[in-house]
């Protein structure tokens, strides 16, 4: 997709870049010659970013000042910003039950009021310009739930609802939003779950991979972050002006049954 036509080079700005889906994004953007922002509460994320060619910026994003201040430090850097991708993300797994009110709130907090506080802060300058890209990191729990992951799942299938009503917004202002949703993606997010996993079921990790990972998948394999940075360069490109609103699955077949 991103090989098949020049790519206008723009500004964006990437949330949750020190590993994972986020540091696959912010290296295919550098290379396609994107000016980028990583942002990240982890510092090592700096060492990251500046080896991709992008520009580090430390925040904890639950924090409503901090996601304003990320959008004013695109703006001071790079005078603009063209791109947003939300990716930035946690789990925490649980029965309802037990759930703790914390971590619902911090879930809740990152995955779905950061995303909006961003778009909100990013959406002027998009508009003054008249393009705009929001692609945000769903999940295929966006689409269908799993025991134990109740804000997870919650916080991504409202994070649906905003990328349709950013959408319907953008439209006339030549803004696109759309999601992503990725089944499970070799990340130290996932590599964390089988060893949780592995350790509650006395399973060995292959067998969490296998056994529960990929019960669902027509494809019998984790998906690489570099698949979904791809989608997302396309998602944030020109050629994808008329898409949006829309849910990308990256599942591996899941949602087909
Ligand atoms: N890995 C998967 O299987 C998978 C599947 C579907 C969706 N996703 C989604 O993709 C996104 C990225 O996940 P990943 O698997 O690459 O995980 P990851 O743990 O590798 O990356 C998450 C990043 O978010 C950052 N982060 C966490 N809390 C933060 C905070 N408060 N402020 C700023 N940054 C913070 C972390 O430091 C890290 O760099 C998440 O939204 C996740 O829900 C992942």
Known sequence: MSGTAPTTPRVALVTGTTSGIGEAVVRHFCELGH???AVDFNPDGAEVAERAGAVFFQADLTDGEACKAAVAEAMRRFGRVDILVNNAGIQHVAPIEEFPEAKWRQIIDLMLTTPFLLTQAAWPSMRENGWGRV????????QVASPGKSAYISAKHGM???TKTAALEGGAQG????????????TPLVDNQIADQAK???????????????KNAAVKRLIEP??????VAYLASDAAGAVTGSSWNIDLGWTAQ
């Not at 939003?177 to 070799?186: D, L």
């Not at 509650?200 to 990929?214: D, S």
């Not at 570099?226 to 989608?231: H, T, Y």
Request: contains cysteine.
């Open 35 to 37: 000016q980028v922002l």
């Open 135 to 142: 692609v945000n990191i769903a999940s295929v729990h966006a």
């Open 160 to 162: 649906i609802g905003l």
């Open 175 to 186: 803004i696109t939003a759309n999601a992503i949703c990725p089944a499970y993606v070799k």
């Open 200 to 214: 509650l079921h006395g399973m060995e990790e292959q067998q969490v991979i296998e056994q529960i990972m990929l």
């Open 226 to 231: 570099a698949e979904v940075a791809e989608l």
